[in-house]
T-cell receptor, first 113, second 114 residues
């Protein structure tokens, strides 16, 4: 099955700086890559996603880039704010088993005011 | 729209006891997932249903875990008997039965086995 690796596991940035989280995947057939944000004690919530026919997608301060050849994708958060502090998970789908997702191990982001 | 509902939110049991979790997916979502999330790790898929059929249960420890989705709507996940290492958050999620669509998560059930 799909294998998703995520780095770094922890990340601290000053408020206003940018944060970058990187993921790699193994299955070249994967075509959907969502990013979830999970605040302490809460459910994971989708913040942005990208499909394999697109190289980059932006939504205000959040952007995701995808390199299909290298099989890696990244989350970029600009002008970070304290409320961005959370655990972020990347995921990749496995098409052979329907809409199935494999998750990375998570990145704990701390934005220091 | 209503989200994915799960109950209970918290459960504490002794090892070797049994426990069951319930999930009600978003209306119209044919695909339902149960994930196990151990503290500090990403969600790990236990089982995936499409309607009332199992798509993938390769990572479900079938000697102690079971799940069902009767009538293709609600689902229950059972652990019998529980072990200490089963302590985790059990997340239910649902999605449309279309590849490349978002999975919506429930609040999860935090299980502590003592």
């Amino acid at each position: 099955g799909e294998n998703v690796e995520q780095h770094p596991s922890t990340l601290s940035v000053q408020e206003g700086d940018s944060a970058v989280i990187k993921c790699t995947y193994s299955d070249s057939a994967s075509n959907y890559f969502p990013w979830y944000k999970q605040e302490l004690g809460k459910r994971p919530q989708l913040i942005i996603d990208i499909r394999s026919n697109v190289g980059e997608k932006k939504d205000q301060r959040i952007a995701v880039t995808l390199n299909k050849t290298a099989k890696h994708f990244s989350l970029h958060i600009t002008e970070t704010q304290p409320e961005d502090s959370a655990v972020y998970f990347c995921a990749a789908n496995e098409r052979n088993t329907g809409n199935q997702f494999y998750f990375g191990t998570g990145t704990s982001l701390t934005v220091i005011p | 729209e209503a989200g994915v509902a799960q109950s209970p939110r918290y459960k504490i049991i002794e090892k070797r006891q049994s426990v069951a979790f319930w999930c009600n997916p978003i209306s119209g979502h044919a695909t339902l997932y149960w994930y196990q999330q151990i503290l500090g790790q990403g969600p790990k898929l236990l089982i995936q249903f499409q309607n009332n059929g199992v798509v993938d249960d390769s990572q479900l420890p079938k000697d102690r875990f079971s799940a069902e989705r009767l009538k293709g709507v609600d689902s229950t996940l059972k652990i019998q008997p529980a072990k200490l290492e089963d302590s985790a958050v059990y997340l239910c999620a649902s999605s449309l039965a279309v590849v490349g669509t978002e999975a919506f998560f429930g609040q999860g059930t935090r299980l502590t086995v003592v």
